[in-house]
């Protein structure tokens, strides 16, 4: 079953809110085993409604509309699927008892406009609607199921998942849809598809892999589709070790997993240490550190010596190196990384100075220039050089990642 989500607000469109409806909605029925086929946002207007229906029922055999059920006058959803619909409103008494019940746990009397809630089209079977007063609407024309709830997101997802997918189940049997999210760090997506073209090509026609880049990570999505579940999941399992045996290290995890998730988990396990001296990445690397429940047991401190007084008198890094060399050097980050390491007596450190940018570039060391150093319970030392790019946030973010996902080789 192809299945479309048409997303209703004036609000979406101006970028005033995040459609995260649609994202969360789309995820469900994939795992389900429907097929999304498209996601339409538009605004709360006669037009546009009828408009988004009539394309959606040449693409889909089912359509989810969220948005526009509100009880004020600009949300005409309701309204609007009446003409589509070529029916009336009528009197719900069983929605109606929903919204005074719900009105009076929270302590409110129904007023008229919320009564009229409960006025739904003649043609439509009510969908309960357990956290709100407008009721979600379903509707079955030409061989097309048309589906109608709240955009509110707690109303929303209690409707599509106790509502509308136990009832498209029972209209259709979808198949089996498996993913697989496999994680990397390290290279770019041309590159990293280059390296693993002919694994790609090699897969079987049932399988299909898609490439999700975002700054300092490459995620890699593998879905497979068929009948028979033990089959396919052999099957998943078996194109994932194949990946994992040709670019071991590039991935750093699997499905839900982050790099600063793995590093406390791997240092806690190992009983091991860690401190930081950032510059250019202003504290997010303990940040992100620090996110993690646990992080107290492994992770020290840091120093965020952004000026290079800072990094003189707080970490030790020493003056004729700044001078000879810049704060922006494989010597300033190796001092920055050894000296952190000492002060906080750890296993290992990260050290990072960089040109975040939008200024400060030079020919010699244009933006994004950014040196990582790392060390280790044998006092080694790794530094890299690394060219990230013009975009300060996204060169915070790469910085970060990297040098977290140094720190996970080489524990």
């Known amino acids: 079953m192809k299945i479309e989500i048409i997303n209703i607000g004036d609000e979406l469109l101006i970028g005033q809110v995040v459609n995260t409806n649609a994202s969360w909605m789309a995820e469900q029925f994939n795992l ?14 006669y037009s546009h409604i009828f408009e988004a229906l009539d394309l959606a029922k040449i693409r889909a055999d089912a359509v989810v509309v969220t948005g526009g059920l509100g009880p004020t006058n600009d949300d005409v959803t309701k309204e609007a699927l009446c003409k589509y619909f070529d029916t009336t409103l009528v009197f719900n008494e069983e929605v109606h008892v929903q919204v005074e019940a719900l009105f009076k746990l929270r302590g409110f009397k129904v007023t008229e ?18 956290h709100g007063t407008a009721a979600g609407m379903w509707f079955e024309q030409d061989d097309r199921i048309i589906v ?125 240490t860690i401190s930081v001296a950032e510059s250019c990445t202003g504290g997010y690397i303990s940040h992100l550190i620090t996110s993690i429940s646990g992080s107290s047991g492994c992770f020290m401190g840091s120093i965020v010596a952004y000026d290079n007084r800072i990094k003189e008198k707080m970490i030790g890094v020493s003056k004729e190196t700044l001078i000879k060399y810049g704060a922006v050097s494989e010597e300033v980050v190796i001092e920055m990384a050894s000296g952190v ?36 319970p044998d006092k080694k030392v790794i530094a890299k050089k690394y060219l990230f790019g013009e975009h300060r946030g996204r060169n915070i973010r790469k910085a970060a990642l990297t040098a977290l996902n140094m720190i996970r080789k080489e524990l």
């Not at 919320?114 to 969908?127: D, G, H, T, V």
């Not at 498209?168 to 993913?179: A, Q, R």
């Not at 750890?346 to 040109?355: F, H, K, P, Q, R």
């Open 32 to 45: 389900a085993g429907f097929e999304v086929v498209q996601i339409t946002a538009i605004s709360d207007t």
């Open 113 to 130: 406009i919320n009564r009229k809630q409960a006025e739904l089209p003649a043609n439509c079977i009510p969908l309960k609607n357990i």
């Open 148 to 272: 109608s709830i709240p955009g509110v997101p707690f109303e929303m997802k209690t409707l599509v998942s106790d509502e509308i997918i136990p009832r498209l189940l029972k209209k259709s049997n979808p198949g089996i849809i498996l993913n697989k999210t496999i994680l990397t760090q390290g290279i770019g997506e041309s590159a990293l598809a280059e390296i693993i073209q002919n694994w790609e090509e090699s897969l079987p026609s049932h399988f299909k892999l898609a490439y999700l880049p975002q700054p300092g990570i490459v995620r890699l999505r593998l879905t497979t589709k068929g009948s028979d579940r033990p089959k396919l999941q052999n099957e998943l399992d078996e194109q994932t070790r194949a990946l994992q045996r040709l670019i071991p290290k590039l991935i750093f995890g699997y499905g839900e997993d982050t790099i600063e998730q793995i590093v406390v988990e791997t240092l806690l396990q190992k009983q091991k």
């Open 341 to 376: 390491q000492s002060r906080f007596n750890t296993d290992y450190a990260i050290a990072v100075s960089g040109i975040a940018g939008p200024d400060g570039g030079t020919e010699d060391k244009p933006v994004g220039t950014t040196w990582i150093a790392i060390t280790t």
